[in-house]
């Protein structure tokens, strides 16, 4: 284990790295663990596009068939969901009716579309009027582009299951370039309208401020992302896993972590969950891993496992959204074996190795002793200070400078609807 420790405290930046180099990456990297970040996530689409059905199951633990009981969503249906200890999505279920539609790009302009991280809009590829839709999107992307420049966009094209699996290639390829043609037009709808507009956004500067445009300016483009959805497959977490993975604080630090475990304990692929939503956090996967011709095995392991923690909850009488299970493990015969178990508190892992029962015994093992590399997952790291007086005494130890929940705790209610 001690050339795992070694691998793993160099990409962590952990305290007895001593090397010139290594200490400003070092410096970095620990200043990065130590941010709690916030994002408000706007979910907007017409009204009965799925929205609230999608939030339900992924965070809420709801079965697809009982999103048929949810009733539409009047006005904002505001929620804090806690992603991994150090990121909180302020997420905006707006209501799609027209009604609110209109408030929101009227009397509630700046509120709704201020500070906006991300928005999700949904299309229902089963409505019947789509120009209408059309119409109502550019707005919305307007009003966002107006106060919130910086935000990615997602563009969700639901409900792909009402159309014949034959038709559904053609169907989406239609909508996604009708989608990026009115997103090209709703921008240019803001430039137009500028400089006024840009009057009322940060003024140069500030952090995050990329300072007035010029009318040729491209920096309006906006980087769309689309997917094809349904809350009866995989391809909701598909989405949702891109969508997440942009926001997930310190990426590069467990990307880097998770190689260096990969690579110690011969792994084909590493999956890391977070624990209530099963969406994947990361992924490592070795270079003969990268041969797996199943492109959607991401999303479908996290379709799998949320399937199975439903099932015990069935079958235990436990509530869904306790923890169900602290491991899984799966021996495939002479192809592979694969383990999930409970990693940190906010997350589970998943390894696939080659076969070998002793292969896998010590990879169940070197896992479990990783855990402590992985604590920035569950909340900030303490700062030097305090970490310094843990390790005095100890002489730098795994667990020595992150401090599990050190300063997370109430939320501000950020922007609560009024
Ligand atoms: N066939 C199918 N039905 C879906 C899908 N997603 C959601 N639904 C159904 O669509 C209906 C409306 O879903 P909601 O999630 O309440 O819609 P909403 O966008 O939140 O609507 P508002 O709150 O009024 O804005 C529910 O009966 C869902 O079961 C899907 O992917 N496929
Ligand atoms: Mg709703």
Not at 60 to 69: E, F, I, K, V
Not at 284 to 301: A, I
Not at 374 to 393: H, N, W
């Amino acid at each position: 284990m001690s050339d795992l420790e070694t691998t793993m405290g160099a990409a962590a930046g952990a305290p007895h790295d001593n090397s010139g180099g290594h200490a400003s990456a070092a410096a970095a990297a620990q200043a990065q663990l130590k941010k709690v970040k916030k994002q408000k996530v706007l979910l907007m689409g017409k009204s009965g596009s799925g929205k609230s059905s999608m939030r339900s199951i992924i965070f809420s633990n709801y079965l697809a068939r009982d999103t048929r009981r949810l009733g539409a969503t009047i006005d904002i249906d505001l929620s804090h969901v806690k992603f991994l200890g150090n990121l909180t999505l302020n997420l905006w279920d707006c209501g799609g009716q027209e009604a609110f539609m209109e408030n929101y790009l009227s009397q509630q302009r700046a509120h709704v579309f201020s500070n906006v991280g991300v928005l999700i809009y949904v299309f229902d590829i089963e409505s019947r009027d789509v120009d209408r839709d059309l119409a109502t999107y550019v707005n919305i992307l307007s009003a966002l582009v107006q106060y919130s420049r910086e935000a990615q966009v997602f563009v969700l094209i639901h409900k792909m299951d009402l159309i014949q699996p034959q038709m559904r290639e053609e169907v989406y390829n239609q909508r996604v370039s009708l989608v990026r043609k009115k997103t090209k037009e709703a921008v240019a709808i803001v430039r137009k309208q500028k400089p006024e507009l840009l009057q009322q956004q940060q003024p140069p500067g500030t952090p995050g401020s990329t300072g007035p445009l010029s009318p040729s300016s491209s920096e309006l483009d906006i980087d769309l992302q689309v997917f094809a959805t349904s809350i009866w497959d995989q391809s909701l977490y598909k989405a949702w896993a891109s969508i997440i993975h942009d926001l997930v604080p310190n990426l590069a630090v467990i990307e880097t972590q998770l190689a260096s475990l990969g690579v110690a304990i011969d792994a084909d692929e590493i999956l890391l969950f977070e624990r209530t939503s099963f969406l994947v956090v990361s992924k490592w996967t070795s270079r003969e891993g990268e041969n797996n011709p199943y492109g959607d095995r991401f999303e479908r392991m996290s379709n799998i496992l949320k399937s199975w923690k439903h099932t015990c909850s069935k079958f235990t009488g436990t509530p869904r959204n306790a923890e169900q299970f602290s491991d899984f493990e799966y021996k495939m015969g002479p192809s592979f074996s694969l383990f999930v178990m409970k990693f940190t508190t906010n997350t589970y892992i998943l390894v696939c190795i080659p076969p070998g029962e002793a292969r896998f015994n010590s990879a169940k093992l070197n896992v479990a002793a990783a855990r402590s590399w992985f604590k920035f997952l569950d909340g900030p790291v303490v700062p030097p200070s305090a970490s310094s007086q843990m390790l005095a005494g100890g002489g730098g130890g795994a667990m020595g400078s992150y401090g599990g929940y050190g300063g997370y705790g109430a939320e501000t209610g950020y922007g609560a609807p009024e």
